[in-house]
């Protein structure tokens, strides 16, 4: 009999999943002894860290966009549908319109920034978490002349570092228009450092230092006064801004509030080691949907999917489960426009930022286009 694996959610995570899944399992798909099925609401395939690049009017918004039936591989059926509710104990996804039961089943479908989570923030603040909000930001920063840009901060956000790479690509930004000393950056964070991870903080501080960015920690944005343009904190102070850039707290998808599969913020309690939902065996999850005190990074879901894949494999062909996953992340740390460190850590190795470098960089902007390779699991 066919085994059905379903991924849900055609993001970074779902579609290489599904594509090294058709891959591995050419033989067995072939020999209808396997399915593999990738479920998402959309046609189109976004690289999100192209966000930033559009926002500092580096690329156009297309070169960032593909659609999804042309990364994903033949022998995956790719089906564009919204699915409504996760019925784990039935082994089935419902749609408005189909019912669609699985065997496996990979959860993919991401983290969404909640603009709606403080008073004033979807009218007052700009973002570049949304392919509408980066296009829009690249307009109102290349017509400041001058004034004060203040970037807020919240968790759980996806990728932890674009917040700080964002403030210092800024500053070559302005500096390379003239106007970086009519221009005031101030970067702020909940916590008591610049960023979660300590060696991160401890690396942008001299950063900040040399570049004149000011900072301030502890800053809990608590409303937001769009027509006087005003963000308060939780403390009561009150900070205008001429441009307020904000990463709000971002949340699960509503399929998996909506089928009561989250905590409070709906992410999906996931065994650390084997990525499997928490008392069941047959539904794995990868990338930002997961609830582990990880990066929320296109990296991570990538190195999960080296775990959920050859077992799953595995499983199809009758083998036990062995690969296991140790918490693998690496991320590029932009430094500016034309340099960029990077961190790479895990479950028992704490981040080492390298050294910012050119090289760093045009690694980073080489990966932005082989992106396309990885999606398709050919890399
Ligand atoms: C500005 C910015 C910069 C970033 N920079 C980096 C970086 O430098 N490096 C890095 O590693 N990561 C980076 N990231 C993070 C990275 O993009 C995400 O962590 C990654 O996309 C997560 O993959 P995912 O598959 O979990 O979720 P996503 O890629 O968000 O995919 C989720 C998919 O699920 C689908 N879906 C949701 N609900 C349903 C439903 N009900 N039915 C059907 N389909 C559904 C969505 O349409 C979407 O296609 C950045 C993100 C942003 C916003």
């Known amino acids: 009999m066919t085994k059905r694996i379903i991924v849900l959610g055609g ?77 784990v104990k039935k082994k089935v996804l419902k749609s408005r319109q189909n019912h669609y039961p699985y065997d496996y089943l990979v959860i993919s479908t991401g983290s969404r920034p909640d603009f709606n989570s403080l008073p004033g923030l979807a009218e007052g603040a700009s973002n570049f978490y949304t392919l509408d909000g980066a296009i829009k930001l690249r307009d109102q920063l290349a017509n400041i002349e001058k004034g004060r840009i203040l970037i807020t901060v919240d968790v759980p956000h996806k990728c932890p570092v674009a917040p700080l790479e964002l403030v210092l690509m800024l500053d070559e930004y302005f500096r390379k228009r003239g106007i970086r000393d009519k221009i005031e950056l101030k970067y702020t964070y909940p916590i008591n450092r610049l ?83 928490e008392n069941s065996d047959c539904v794995y999850v990868i990338g930002d949907a997961t609830n582990l005190p990880i990066s929320k990074a296109g990296s991570t879901a990538h190195y999960e999917t080296e775990t959920v894949v050859p077992n799953l494999m595995n499983r199809i062909k009758g083998r036990p489960e062995t690969a296991v996953y140790d918490g693998k992340v690496a991320c590029f740390l932009e430094n500016s426009l034309h340099d960029a460190s990077m961190i790479a850590f895990d479950y028992k190795n704490p981040p080492k930022p390298a050294a910012a470098s050119e090289f760093i960089h045009w690694f980073k902007a080489v990966y932005n286009e082989l992106y396309w390779l990885n999606a398709r699991g050919i890399l």
């Open 195 to 277: 960023h979660s991870l300590e060696p991160v903080s401890r690396w942008a501080e001299p950063e900040f230092e040399k570049r004149h960015i000011l900072s301030e920690t502890f800053f809990n944005l608590e409303k937001v006064d769009p027509k006087e343009k005003v963000a308060i904190t939780m403390d009561g102070e009150e900070h205008p801004y001429d441009i307020l850039i904000s990463v709000p707290a971002h949340t699960g998808a509503q399929v998996i509030i909506d089928s009561g599969l989250g905590d409070e913020d709906g992410f999906i309690p996931t065994d650390r080691h084997t990525l499997k939902m």
């Open 11 to 87: 993001g970074a995570g779902g579609t290489m999943a599904a594509n090294r899944l058709a891959r591995q399992l050419g033989d067995e798909i072939k020999a209808k002894k396997a399915e593999v099925v990738l479920i998402s609401n959309t046609d189109q395939h976004i690289y999100q860290p192209g966000f930033m690049y559009i926002a500092l009017g580096e690329k156009e918004p297309e070169h960032f966009i593909r659609r999804e039936n042309s990364i994903v591989h033949r022998n995956v059926v790719l089906i564009t549908d919204r699915i409504e509710k996760i019925d």
